[in-house]
């Protein structure tokens, strides 16, 4: 069974910092997606990676996917309170038939 | 364009009562169909998904089923609930391999 370990669970930080996410496999993804999560409603695809070494930006996020597609990081810039929120790695796995398996969250909280 | 519609958005049911959880989507066909349980803002737990009509994948012993009577709609049930049956079900589609899942809002689930 695959499994994705994300890190941290909780992050708490002042509004300004950076911050980074990660998210941990032993298998190798055939892709990865990264979500974010308002409470009570359903997560939100940011972006995908698919390729080994790719680098995606949205705004001050930046999503790297690692050379053996193994593991992936989010960076936020000069995050905002804007920014709170539960983000979640999503990957699918080769022999999976697509099925997208969740890492634990992060609960980012940005403080103003 | 595509729409994913789940419901109730909440509810609430005594122990050893049956449930019904409905989702269906509408603006495409064949989807993937998933159904994700999430516990206190964590990680998404992945229950059941399925890649047609009447063909079902579980995830996870459990008390908990599911059924996909139509294209385009998919139903959790059980026969009986037990008090770990409580939390946030998310039901959810994609296009394909490698597509990004989209999420209906939710059905937050207590058990009592």
């Known amino acids: 069974t695959q499994l994705l370990e994300q890190s941290p669970q909780f992050l708490s930080i002042q509004e300004g910092e950076n911050l980074t996410v990660y998210c941990n496999s032993s298998s190798v993804f055939s892709s990865l997606q990264w979500y974010r999560q308002e409470p009570g409603e359903g997560p939100v695809l940011l972006v995908t990676?698919?390729?080994?070494?790719e680098v995606k930006k949205l705004k001050r996020l930046t999503f790297q996917f690692g050379d053996a597609r193994k593991d992936s990081s989010l960076h936020i810039t000069a995050a905002q309170p804007g920014d709170t929120g539960l983000y979640l790695c999503?990957?699918?796995?080769?022999?999976?038939?697509?099925?997208?398996?969740f890492g634990q969250g992060t609960e980012l909280s940005v403080k103003p | 364009s595509q729409t994913i519609h789940q419901w109730p958005a909440t509810l609430v049911q005594p122990v050893g009562s049956p449930l019904s959880l409905e989702c269906t989507v509408e603006?495409?066909?064949?989807?993937?169909l998933y159904w994700y349980r999430q516990a206190a803002g964590r990680g998404l737990q992945l229950l059941f998904y399925s890649v047609g009509i009447g063909q079902i994948s579980s995830e996870v012993p459990q008390n908990l089923s599911a059924s996909r009577p139509q294209d385009r709609q998919f139903i959790l049930s059980s026969k009986k609930l037990l008090l770990s049956d409580s939390g946030f079900y998310l039901c959810a589609w994609t296009g394909g391999y490698n597509s990004p899942l989209h999420f209906g809002n939710g059905t937050r689930l207590t058990v009592t």
């Open positions: 603006g495409t066909s064949n989807p993937n």
């Open positions: 990676v698919v390729t080994g070494g």
């Open positions: 999503a990957g699918a796995f080769y022999n999976q038939g697509g099925k997208l398996i």
